[in-house]
């Protein structure tokens, strides 16, 4: 197995990381969850306010929406402004 050593000027540049935070807001609304359940062949009641979503079902909701020029050739937002580019 090969190591890959880091040097000590990229361990300083990516602690500027360190502490980041990202929030996002959205509006939950009925239309996810009624796709997710024909998708998932679910006979599910209506959603309405209050109801409780299946476990991981809040996947659905706070997405982030990246410009397609901030896309990488991995299809998800560019490494470099919340998450460190780190090479893995």
Do not use: C, N
């Amino acid at each position: 197995m090969e190591v890959m050593r880091i040097e000590p000027q990229t361990i300083t540049h990516l602690q500027e990381w360190l502490g980041k935070t990202e929030s996002l807001s959205d509006t939950v609304t009925a239309a996810p969850v009624r796709a997710l359940s024909a998708t998932l062949d679910r006979v599910d009641p209506e959603p309405s306010k209050g109801t409780f979503l299946p476990e991981l079902w809040h996947w659905l909701y706070f997405l982030p929406h990246a410009r397609e020029s901030d896309i990488g050739p991995d299809g998800h937002p560019k490494r470099g402004g919340f998450l460190p580019p780190v090479p893995l």
